[in-house]
């Protein structure tokens, strides 16, 4: 690999800037060159802790043309800190590409961790923190934005959100339309003088906000779907199909017809013998009018 750089990515606070870790604080001072998103940020986080580095910018509309740059620095043997405004870099900020870049030319990446608001919101929240999908910020395009909100609505997880306050309101109605009403966290000001946890329905948070204009930044906490209600929903959808049917609705969801069948037989709480039985039993009647569930077929053992 030679004697590249190494390329830090370094969590800086989200709004205290007492959550800086002596490591971050050294890494910015020893580091070649800081690439910050917005270096007047930054400038204000190294002024505060007397740092004195070359800072070049890096950010969404440059990161194309700073990334070749900063990758041949790396690749000259110099040490870069990537920041961004807040947080941890990578997460909805600029640093997923450059991590990507020199991945690629076989430069050491290491991070530096600290603050991130998606943990801080998912602990906050008091909802199960054990498993969560983090979608950061909904896409504003109308099409995508309703696509993603329905990819998540069977999520049985916790699901996390970004949000500025000025676009609050309107993803609340979006996410109650798909979602309904579910439990909700909004946190706010997290880490700083008025942080505010508000756990609560979506309904209640949709009713406030319609009325008062939200301040600060959000994430949103929000219950995955509930695992019993989907069971139910599962059954009751297939209670109205033959047993032919079912194996035949399983197969055309992509599974082969052992699968299907296996799926039936846990759905209906049988055997896969009585399944086979049944669908040997309809085939004999039927004629072989029915070719999709050829139950004689060289693959077939139950
Ligand atoms: N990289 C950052 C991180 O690790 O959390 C996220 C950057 S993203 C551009 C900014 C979003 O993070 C905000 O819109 C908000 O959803 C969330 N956020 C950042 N700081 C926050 C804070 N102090 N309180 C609540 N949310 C915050």
Redesign the pocket.
């Known amino acids: 690999m030679g004697n590249t750089g190494m390329l830090y990515l370094v969590?800086t606070p989200?709004?205290n800037l007492e959550d800086i870790t002596l490591r971050a604080l050294r890494v910015l001072r020893e580091a070649d060159i800081i690439a910050a998103e917005d270096t007047r940020q930054t400038l204000k986080l190294l002024n505060h802790f007397e740092i004195k580095n070359r800072l070049v910018s890096y950010y969404e509309h440059n990161k194309t043309e700073k990334g070749n740059y900063l990758i041949g620095q790396l690749m000259e043997g110099k040490d870069v800190a990537l920041v961004?405004?807040?947080?941890?870099?990578?997460?909805?900020?600029p640093g997923e590409e450059l991590v990507g870049m020199a991945a690629e030319k076989g430069i050491n990446v290491t991070m530096v961790p600290g603050?991130?608001?998606?943990i801080?919101?998912v602990v906050l929240s008091g909802l199960p923190s054990g498993r969560f999908g983090f979608e950061g910020?909904l896409p504003v395009n109308k099409r995508v934005r309703s696509k993603r909100i329905q990819a998540v609505k069977d999520d049985t997880r916790t699901l996390v959100?970004?949000?500025?306050p000025h676009k609050l309101i309107h993803t609340l109605k979006d996410l109650r339309s798909v979602l309904g009403n579910r439990r909700i966290s909004l946190?706010?000001?997290?880490?700083?003088k008025f942080?505010e946890i508000w756990r609560t329905t979506l309904d209640e948070a949709i009713d406030k906000y319609e009325h008062e204009t939200p301040k600060?930044?959000?994430?949103l906490v929000i219950e995955g779907a509930d695992e019993e209600a989907l069971e139910r929903e599962r059954i009751s959808s297939w209670e109205e199909l033959s047993l032919t049917e079912h194996v035949r609705f399983y197969m055309e969801e992509g599974l082969d017809k052992k699968a299907a069948m296996k799926k039936v037989s846990e759905d209906r709480k049988i055997s896969k013998r009585e399944v086979y039985n049944s669908l040997v039993e309809k085939k004999e009647s039927s004629n072989k009018k029915d070719p999709a569930i050829n139950t004689t077929g060289p693959h077939h053992r139950v």
């Open positions: 969590a989200i709004g961004s405004d807040a947080g941890s870099p990578g997460i909805s900020d603050p991130a608001a998606v801080a919101g910020f959100f970004y949000e500025a946190a706010r000001e997290l880490t700083k942080e600060g930044e959000f994430v």
